[in-house]
């Protein structure tokens, strides 16, 4: 299957920071890569579609503001999660669409935010 | 995008048994992808089914589609503990590009 990474893996910081995660597709080009939250046993929930060279589209109720996302190129999207609270604290995790008619997905290895 | 329901929730079985998990969905599809989570990691992409698609194979895996009853199903063989994980389909509708998941189902395979 197709290779995506995501960096960090985990992290941890302060209350009212800033927290970039980035989703990599290594060996092939996604014009449209998504953004996913998932809380302890429970399923992923989308959160926003990103689209290389546009605005990201955001589910109902995820604050674009708060969650920003840029797709500047064919194998990269970041989602910046800023001004973080104790809430934002979850397991966020990206995916890239291989283009083909059958849209299949293919997921990073997913980010542990922990806000203190 | 309403989530699908996956049953059992749970399953607990020994090794070298057959494990079923069945997923339902609410909307007409264009294809139905099968992922497995291990605790704390990313998905791994196991096999995508399309909707005129019935029945597919992939080394222990056979997936079922039966459209007119909007549901799936994920049969591993000869279970090993190695397949100890969580289990979610996900289905994309006509013209999407929108992944829906369900619930999803936690394999426990015993020794």
């Known amino acids: 299957g197709a290779v995506v990474s995501q960096h960090p893996s985990r992290v941890i910081c302060k209350s009212g920071t800033s927290v970039k995660i980035e989703c990599r597709s290594l060996d092939f080009q996604a014009t449209t890569m998504f953004w996913y939250r998932q809380f302890p046993k429970q399923s992923l929930m989308l959160m926003a579609t990103s689209n290389e060279g546009s605005k990201a589209t955001y589910e109902q109720g995820v604050e674009k503001d708060k969650f920003l996302i840029n797709h500047a190129s064919l194998t990269l999207s970041t989602l910046t999660v800023t001004s973080a609270h104790p809430e934002d604290s979850s397991f966020y995790i990206c995916?890239?669409?291989?283009?083909?008619?059958?849209?299949?997905?293919?997921f990073g290895p997913g980010t542990r935010l922990t806000v203190l | 995008s309403q989530q699908g329901e996956e049953d059992p929730q749970a399953l607990s079985i020994q090794e070298g048994e057959n494990a079923t998990m069945n997923c339902s969905y609410k909307?007409?599809?264009?294809?139905l992808q099968w992922y497995r989570q291990n605790s704390g990691r990313g998905l791994v992409h196991l096999i995508l089914i399309r909707s005129n698609e019935r029945e597919k194979h992939s080394g222990r895996l056979r997936v079922t589609l039966d459209t007119s009853k909007k549901s799936s199903s994920l049969l591993i063989t000869a279970s090993r503990a190695a397949d100890t994980a969580s289990y979610f389909c996900a289905n994309s509708g006509a013209g999407s590009y929108q992944l829906t998941f369900g619930k999803g189902t936690k394999l426990s395979v015993i020794p």
């Open positions: 909307t007409s599809i264009n294809n």
């Open positions: 995916s890239a669409r291989r283009p083909s008619s059958y849209n299949e997905q293919f």
